[in-house]
C-alpha cells in the first residue's frame, strides 16, 4: 500500500515541480499539495464537470486535452477554449467557491491532477510568492479573456481566422522551427467545427475563409495540417 502511494506521490510532484505555478515551491511545500492531489482518468468523450457542478479544485493537465465550452439545454455549444499538458483550469471559480460556469470535455484519453481547494489556499497563506504567481496566471487569463472579447467585437472573421492560425506560430516555433524561417505548418488542436465555435463562428463561414486564404495562395489545407506559405504576407493581409 504504502509503496504505491509513495510512488504516485512522487510522481505527482516531479510533474508539478517543472509548471511554473509550482516550480519554485520548496521540497516540504511540494509535499504538502501532493497528498492533497489525486489523480484522474478521463476517456476521450468524457465530461469531467458540467456548468453548474460545484468547484473544489482545480485541474492540472498532464497528458490529453481538455475542451473548455458553454453548453446549452438544446446541445448548441460555444469553445471557450482547448488546453493541453501543463496547463491548468478551474483556478478562478474555485477562488469564488461557486459552480463551474463552463462544462470540461476529454477531447483525448486524458490523464489530470486534481488539486483541491485546501491545498492551494494553504500555500497562499504560507508563501507570498506564490500567491502573487497565482495572481499572476488569473491575471493573464483576464487579459486573455479581453483580447478574445476585443476579436470577437472589432475584428471581422478573416482577422480571427488569421489572428488564430497566427496565434499557432509560437507552438511550432518550439517545435525546432526558427521565427521567419519558411512556410509555417501548423495542426490544428481540434475539428474545424470546434474552432470556428471558439473563434464565434459558423463552420460554414470558418471554411469559406479558409477556401479564400488557400485561393489566395497564403495557405494549403490537408486534414487538420495547415501550412502557411507566407506568415508575413498572412500577418499583413486585410481579408
Do not use: W
Not at 482577422?159 to 506560430?169: A, T
Not at 521567419?180 to 460554414?204: C, D, F, H
Amino acid at each position: 500500500m504504502g509503496g504505491a502511494l509513495t510512488s504516485a506521490a512522487i510522481r505527482e510532484q516531479e510533474f508539478l515541480r517543472n509548471i511554473p505555478l509550482f516550480r519554485e515551491l520548496a521540497p516540504e511545500e511540494l509535499d504538502r499539495i501532493a497528498a492533497r492531489t489525486r489523480q484522474q482518468r478521463a476517456t476521450r468523450g468524457e465530461i469531467l464537470f458540467h456548468r453548474g457542478d460545484p468547484a473544489a479544485g482545480m485541474h492540472v493537465i498532464v497528458v490529453g486535452q481538455i475542451k473548455l465550452a458553454f453548453d446549452s439545454p438544446s446541445g448548441d455549444q460555444k469553445v471557450v477554449d482547448f488546453l493541453g499538458p501543463g496547463q491548468s483550469f478551474g483556478e478562478a471559480v474555485m477562488f469564488l467557491d461557486a459552480c463551474h460556469v463552463v462544462s470540461a470535455h476529454a477531447l483525448a484519453d486524458s490523464l489530470l491532477l486534481f488539486i483541491s481547494r485546501e491545498a492551494i489556499f494553504e500555500e497562499l497563506e504560507h508563501d507570498p510568492k506564490f500567491a502573487r504567481r497565482v495572481i499572476g496566471g488569473l491575471s493573464r487569463r483576464l487579459h486573455f479573456l479581453m483580447s478574445d472579447l476585443e476579436a470577437v467585437s472589432m475584428r471581422s472573421g478573416t482577422e480571427r481566422v488569421i489572428g488564430y492560425l497566427l496565434s499557432q506560430r509560437a507552438i511550432a516555433d518550439m517545435g525546432g522551427r526558427k521565427a521567419g524561417e519558411g512556410p509555417l505548418r501548423i495542426t490544428l488542436p481540434a475539428t474545424k467545427g470546434m474552432i470556428a465555435s471558439l473563434l464565434n463562428l459558423t463552420q460554414e463561414h470558418f471554411s469559406r475563409i479558409l477556401r479564400e486564404l488557400i485561393s489566395r495562395g497564403m495557405i494549403t489545407v490537408k486534414g487538420r495540417e495547415v501550412v502557411i506559405r507566407d506568415v508575413e504576407r498572412l500577418k499583413n493581409y486585410a481579408g
